[in-house]
């Protein structure tokens, strides 16, 4: 069945470091690909997303580009914030459906 | 802006109760889900409803029920809490539209704890 690896967490990282959340995917089809995020205490945002292969979706400084030959979406953002601490989940969307498949997420902590 | 709102941020029940969690979504959508979030599983689907008075089971239904009555509102009901329930319960809706392509709405969440 279709199914999002996340790498695991926590990341910790100082402010204005480089970041790269990995997400790869299973799916048939061709399903669209999200990123949300959580910030503490609250639901789930949807932060970017990307509907077919090579698309690149972008919001806030992060991206992240739909490569349909690795089955890969990574999260990037060129230099974080302390304000970025927060859950990132990577999801899947299979192509003509409306459940969404989410990873694990990942526990993003940035220090000043 | 789409808006889902669930009933309660924090609550608190006892074992064996019966508990009642409320979704309430205001625009038009067809889908509703019920997820719980546990640290290192991420979220697990536990139930959903494509329509009013329809409902599927997810990949955890065991111990829930759900009730959707009015297209708006989702209710995910806990027949008799047990401490393994503790947990962020989140719901989600998004409409049938192949343009839809923005993936869910959530809620706030609603963390349980039951004691």
Redo the contacts between chains.
């Keep these: 069945g279709d199914s999002v690896t996340q790498m695991e967490g926590p990341v910790t990282l100082s402010e204005e470091a480089f970041l790269t959340i990995n997400c790869t995917y299973t799916a048939t089809g061709y399903p669209s690909l999200f990123w949300y995020v959580q910030y503490p205490g609250e639901g789930l945002q949807l932060l970017l997303k990307a509907t077919k292969a090579d698309d690149k979706g972008s919001n806030k400084g992060f991206e992240a580009t739909y490569r349909k030959e690795t089955t890969s979406f990574h999260l990037e953002k060129g230099s974080v914030q302390v304000s970025d601490s927060a859950v990132y989940f990577c999801a899947l969307q299979p192509g003509g459906g409306n459940k969404l498949v989410f990873g694990a997420g990942t526990i993003l902590r940035v220090k000043s | 802006d789409v808006k889902?709102t669930?009933s309660s941020r924090y609550l608190v029940k006892r074992t064996g109760e019966k508990v009642f969690l409320e979704c309430v979504q205001d625009m038009d959508h067809e889908?509703m889900?019920w997820?719980r979030q546990d640290p290192?599983?991420?979220?697990r689907?536990i139930y959903?409803s494509?329509d009013v008075k329809m409902k599927e089971k997810g990949d955890i239904p065991e111990g829930y029920s759900v009730s959707r009555e009015k297209k708006e509102r989702f209710s995910l009901i806990l027949e008799s809490a047990s401490t393994n329930q503790t947990s962020m319960y989140?719901c989600?809706s998004?409409g049938?539209l192949m343009t839809d392509?923005?993936?869910?709405?959530?809620?706030?969440?609603t963390r349980l704890t039951v004691v």
């Design positions: 889902v669930q889908n889900f997820y290192g599983l991420g979220l689907l959903f494509y989140l989600a998004i049938v392509l923005d993936g869910y709405t959530f809620g706030s969440g």
